[in-house]
């Protein structure tokens, strides 16, 4: 057995970066970016005001009230272009350009308009520089604000489009398909038999593919034939870079993906992680370069292993940074238990307390097969190896999920 940490290392030094595309701004959400994004213009690009009211010269309001000529007026996107002199003002809004001359904005709250809007008196002096954000002081030209690998998220959409990024360059969507072994499992549409069920896990691999950035084709069920399940395999590699399976993974005696794997010319990079649970997840690549993840068919190891290493490879494919899923620490609401030979990736729900600190909720279930109180799961609690217990308070690792 292999532990966690080795097995993610393994799939990254396996797979390979995609090429390079350009896609339009809006289209750019959620993908990775290949190219470093640059400040083509200062932030701002002019000394701005950040309040409605009156650009002055400090120098003019030092003994209030002062009374100063209003001489023209700055607003956003048309501003007063021409030099301010002593003892004048001009009516400004907030996102105008600070007039030359004129060194802080007064806010309109602190002023008073006379003689029919020709002379404001300001009730109070006035700092140099209050109230004006300095052309530049956000970011500079020339900088880069996001760089290649970054995953764009909406704030950064505002980014690129600020700085004119019409296209961006982003990698490839890897293209993943996604099949379900065993005999017992019927699709969503039809009503389970005797000792039959629905299958979910194509639809839960199917959705966190998707959450990584991947497209996705749903083959159709293979029950537990070999010949069927390699046939299917064989297609999907046609034109997938990535496929997962789901189930057949264990020791039974219709587990057959591996067989079907091995029987395909398929490299088994491993097929035994130190990891509840999730142990029996296989890793492999195809003759033909397609990379196959084989997840133990009970939904919740579906749902931990596709997010430790498939997520991972399909994070990879795109150029991401950071492809795996982040660690944080979290205090453990309640005492869980651990085990001797693996590390456990407990479903729980993160919150803060008072005092804005991680507290993880393990949630009670009932073992790997329980996908509905999964459902509630937003990260993982990691109990490390040779751990019986954990006791309520203690920090633990957490991994969010997407
Ligand atoms: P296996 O890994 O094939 O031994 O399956 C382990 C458990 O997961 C069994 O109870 C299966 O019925 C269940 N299972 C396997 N595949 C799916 C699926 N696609 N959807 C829901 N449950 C599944
Ligand atoms: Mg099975």
Redesign the pocket.
Known sequence: MISVAEAIQIVRQHTPTLSTERVQLQDALGRVLAEDVVADSDLPPFDRSQMDGYAVRAEDAKSVPARVRIVGESAAGRGWHHQLEEGQAVRIMTGAPVPEGADSVQQVELTTELKDGTVVELQESVETGKSIVKRGAEIQAGVTVLSAGTIVNAAMMAVLAAFGYATVAVHRKPRVAVL???T??VPVDQKPGQDQ??????YSISSYSQLAGATVERMPLTGDETSLLKSQISTAAQSCDVIVT?????M?VY?VTKAALKELGAELFFERIALRPGKPTVFARLPNGTLVFGL????VSVAVTFNLFARTALLTMQGATDPALKRETAALARSVKGTTDRESYLPAQLTTNDDGELIAFPLKWGGS?DFVAFALTTALAIVPAGMKSVEAGSLVNVLRLP
């Open positions: 379900a072994t065993g017992e499992l069920i629905r299958d979910s896990n194509n789901s189930g057949g993974v264990s039974g587990d133990p068919g009970n939904p097969s």
